[in-house]
């Protein structure tokens, strides 16, 4: 007779150890996966109901925005909303004013940040780090306590009615050279230490070294400070009076009258000015993504 294999099913033999546990564990780790990504989802429709609303608003007469209940999608389409918003006010100019600004403020905070990160991080000298921890807590003290003092320096230097007072007050940021230091410390110090000894000095390694190295939390830096002055309001609003200057946020304030207020020309508005920052955000989402990941922020 053959004797039968050891590895026979034998009846009321026991399962083998673990087999039994393991589809109860991939139950749990589904229906785990399966909340998250609802709970996800749920956040995501918060977020986006307010853009529904604005884009569905920019589509209706003045009287409909505020219907109760709200009409998600109107009887009426007046797709002319987005032609006669060019004729009632210099909408170019006021896109060009908040591009040229939020670009150039861009450049300045991620030259100026990138570089003092360096020195933060690469740089041994007495008093670095104390330094740096009284740089950073300057983000805690709020633009209100500050408001006032800064607008009677740049009324003093003459520089109110101009674009040089919110470009010079806005192209330093403290958390712009944090959250580069905290990229550049997880670069390796020996990186560095092996250009010195090649003769390279620290503008160089800062160069040629740290900048390539640098390129996603350079991305998030450029994006959050072109998101922050492109949607910044109070600042040109403080400092800018002449009608030529004004940015997009300045300018949707023209439909706010003294006793009520276009909100379907301000809606209109509102899409056309949210419209740069989705399509550079779009480009820019993965290496903002990385950058955020790689500096140590949650």
Known sequence: MTALPDTA???????????????PRRGRSTLRRALAYAGLSVVTVLVLV???W????????DNQVFTVPIQWIPQELRWS???????????????????????VITLLQVLTGSFAAYGFSKVRFPGRDALFLAYIATIAVP??????PQYIMMQQAELTDTYWSIILLQAFGAFGV????????????????????????????????????????????????????????MGPFIYLTS???????????????????????????????????????????????????????K
Do not use: H
């Open 9 to 23: 099913a034998r009846p009321g033999a026991a399962p083998a150890p673990g087999a039994g546990g393991a589809a």
């Open 54 to 61: 604005m884009l569905s608003s920019s589509l209706k007469r």
């Open 243 to 297: 009608n030529e200057l004004w940015t997009i946020q300045l300018g949707l304030r023209s439909f706010v009258g003294q006793y009520d207020a276009e909100y379907a020309m301000i809606m209109t508005g509102a899409v056309l000015s949210v419209l740069p920052i989705m399509v550079i955000f779009l480009f820019g989402q993965r290496y903002f993504i990385r950058g955020i990941a790689t500096s140590g922020l």
């Open 81 to 103: 909303n987005f032609i006669e918003i060019w004729e009632r006010i210099p909408l170019l100019t006021y896109l060009g004013n908040s591009a040229f600004l939020s670009v």
């Open 143 to 148: 633009w209100q306590a500050y408001m006032v």
């Open 50 to 52: 307010p853009f529904a």
């Open 178 to 233: 944090f959250l580069m230091r905290q990229y550049y410390m997880s670069i390796p110090d020996d990186l560095c230490e092996a250009a010195r000894i090649d003769g390279l000095s620290e503008y160089g390694i800062y160069w040629r070294i740290m900048l390539p190295l640098s390129k996603p939390a350079l991305a998030s830096l450029a994006l959050l400070t072109f998101v922050n002055t492109w949607n910044d309001y």
